[in-house]
């Protein structure tokens, strides 16, 4: 996995922790995973009320996909992995139902 020009100047531990280790993991799943770029918009997003959408969406989204990975019988345990990472991300910016 190449490093985005946006993330080069990072100090070491920068990819060890869990927010951005998250989005990186997410970003290699990128064909056909709408959950990534849901994912994407909620952490960029400033607005809470905004956030919160975008955090109900993205839930949603990594719902339907973990449907799908059930269904067609997919292992992509790294994939999983990303999206159980961003999910508990998910909680703290924007914990459901509040």
Known sequence: MTKLSCFQNKPADFWKKPLY?????????GENK?????YQAALLE???????ERAD??????LARMHELEA???ESPGE???MEEAL???RVLSPPGK
Not at 21 to 29: G, N, Q, V
Request: glycine content about 0%; hydrophobic content about 40%.
């Open 34 to 38: 709408d959950w990534v770029a849901l």
């Open 88 to 90: 508990r991300n998910l």
């Open 57 to 62: 969406e993205t839930r949603k989204a990594m």
């Open 21 to 29: 280790r998250s989005t990186i993991l997410a970003m290699s799943y």
């Open 72 to 74: 067609e019988a997919e």
């Open 46 to 52: 400033l607005d809470p009320k905004k956030l919160r």
């Open 80 to 82: 999983r992995q990303a």
